[in-house]
């Protein structure tokens, strides 16, 4: 079974650029959520899709916004980007059936950096 | 709002030497998971607790679970240089739709 695909890799964009990152979860896998890491702050948890609705969302500000599709796949956009916003973008999936949390399979990360 | 701490934030250890990494919530949880970051990759999924009290083992990893379930340890007996990274807990309050709020991670370094 394929792990959490995240595209692209490595990013880099110029302040107040655009990006779209992309995420594909694990087959059958419902829920997808978004995490930014940065070094000594841990996960930051941005948003959490299921169904194609969002079910939770982080403290970030409307310049972040996700989305999820039918197939379950999701991306997350950024908008207006700022040098903060230079970070790692995980992805993690689960299968979510429901009962409680069940843990989560988080993908390689993408990397973007903010010149 | 919901806070979960994690202490210590760094660790440095001899090979062979014991290590323990704490997390303390505000508020009780329903369940918390434990995950390792090695450095460059990503989070990886270690176990969950749910039941008050519990404990639970794998090989030299002890992970146990707060009478209150307000609190979490994850203990590792006799570290190896393969355990160094850094350990993060999350725990989630029902009540909260099963958000899940994160630690800030205990970063394990293994002298060898």
């Known amino acids: 079974k394929a792990g959490v695909t995240q595209t692209p890799r490595y990013l880099i964009k110029t302040r107040g650029q655009q990006v779209t990152l992309s995420c594909s979860p694990i087959s059958g896998h419902r829920s997808v959520s978004w995490y930014q890491q940065t070094p000594g702050q841990g996960l930051q948890f941005l948003f959490e899709?299921?169904?194609?609705?969002?079910?939770n969302k982080g403290n970030f500000p409307g310049r972040f916004s996700g989305r999820q599709f039918s197939n379950s796949r999701s991306e997350m956009n950024v908008s207006t980007l700022e040098l903060g916003d230079s970070a790692l973008y995980l992805c993690?999936?689960?299968?979510?059936?429901?009962?409680?949390?069940?843990?989560?399979?988080f993908g390689s990360g993408t990397q973007l950096s903010v010149l | 709002g919901q806070q979960v701490m994690q202490i210590p934030q760094y660790q440095h250890v001899q090979e062979g030497e014991d290590f323990t990494t704490y997390c303390n919530s505000s508020?009780?949880?329903?369940?918390i998971q434990w995950y390792k970051q090695r450095p460059g990759g990503h989070p990886v999924f270690l176990i969950q607790l749910v039941k008050s009290g519990e404990v639970k083992k794998q090989k030299r990893l002890t992970f146990q679970f707060g009478e209150a379930k307000k609190n979490s340890s994850l203990h590792i007996t006799a570290t190896q240089t393969t355990d160094v990274g850094t350990y993060f807990c999350a725990g989630s309050n029902a009540g909260n739709n099963r958000k899940l709020i994160w630690g800030l991670g205990t970063s394990l370094g293994v002298n060898p």
């Open positions: 899709y299921f169904s194609e609705t969002q079910r």
């Open positions: 993690a999936s689960s299968r979510d059936s429901g009962a409680t949390n069940e843990k989560l399979f």
């Open positions: 508020t009780t949880l329903s369940n």
